[in-house]
């Protein structure tokens, strides 16, 4: 007997009772499958900020170049894209979306062990996080997904310890390792890997690039040479997806100079002259976007009056940086945490007292900053991170 149904749910079909050939199906009616969503055909790599409606395991291939990339972690307009075919390198993104932060440095007194955190969303004034391991100055930043890191600083003497403290929680730093040498005024850049920490100063200044894990507590390696070695500056450079950008310093106090180094994340090599930064500058600190890098604030030789200029460079193309705008105030020695779509510049020094304030700007726009609240007490020679 052959029996029709219409408008029956059926819970549980055996397979040896399905016979016969089955009627073509629209795969637009198919519902609840695992993983994720279908493959994304485009002629190019998806961004940090492409969104996919399917969540983690959507998978993405472009027709250009055959690789092939998988998303691992579905946060809004902050999205990792893992590259799981041919060739090599993951889409993830360096700035945060939910806050920034400044660790150690200098206030009103003696060097700070406390950590400021503020809100991207809203401009209030800064709350206290946590502790580091140890009060320090001038460390060289770095930002995973979960955890802040301060290779280095300024104590008595010079420190070599790397310090970690978790983004998610007010939880104190840890020690997570120590740098080749010891030292100062060093800058730190990041893949979505490791963290490194760039030049400085020991008792003279240094060219080494040192690398460190996120995964493990260890001590750090050197990863090659900067073109010459620098000191002066402050806490963040500019990182692309594959390389790091130190710009300025000083290789002779009390000159500034003016060259842009980049190094690749990758190998072990000495870095390579990207362009130069106008007007030069040291003490300065940077931004990065998901195209560019942005040097902001410093002084000029020294001893001289700080700047408010904003300066833009590519990191597709070697040249001169262009200008991109003014901070609210003149400052140095600041720290900078970048967002998926501003800059943020917080405390720092105007030739006495330390700043408050903390200035947003937006990369996609040529303006001067704006007031986006205040850190909880005056600071200045403090390190920067995003989450």
Known sequence: ???????????????????????????????????????????????????PAGGVGTLWSNT???????????????NIWT?????????????????????GG????????????????????AADHSDLVQAASSSAAASSRTHGYLAGGGTTPNTDMIQKFPFSSATNATDQGNLTVARRATRGVNSNTHG?????????HVDTIDAYAYSSNANANDHGNLSSARSNQTSTGSSSLTHGYIAGGSTTHPTAI??????????????ADHGDISPVMQYASGHSSSTHGYNVGGYGT??????????KFSFSSTGTSTDHGNLSTIKALHSTSSSTTHGYSAGGDNASPYQVIVDEYAFANNTTAAGHGNLSGMRAFAAGHQF
């Open 1 to 51: 007997m052959t029996q029709k149904l219409t408008s029956t749910m059926l819970t549980s079909l055996t397979a040896s009772k399905l016979t016969g050939a089955l009627p073509a199906i629209s795969g637009s009616s198919l519902t609840d499958a695992p993983g994720g969503s279908g493959a994304t055909v485009s002629s190019s790599n998806p961004l940090s900020s492409t969104n």
């Open 64 to 78: 250009t170049s055959g690789e092939v990339f998988v998303c691992s972690d579905a946060t809004t307009d902050s």
């Open 83 to 103: 590259n799981v075919g041919a060739g090599v390198g993951d889409v993830y993104s360096f700035g945060g979306t939910i806050a920034g932060f400044a660790a």
């Open 106 to 125: 200098y206030g009103s007194g003696p060097l700070l062990n406390s950590i400021d955190k503020f809100d991207f969303s809203s401009n209030t004034t």
């Open 196 to 204: 490194f920490a760039c030049g400085g100063y020991t008792s003279a």
């Open 258 to 271: 003016s060259q842009i180094d980049k190094f690749s994340f990758t190998s072990n090599v000495t870095a």
């Open 302 to 311: 020294l001893p001289s009056n700080p700047v408010a200029s904003i300066e």
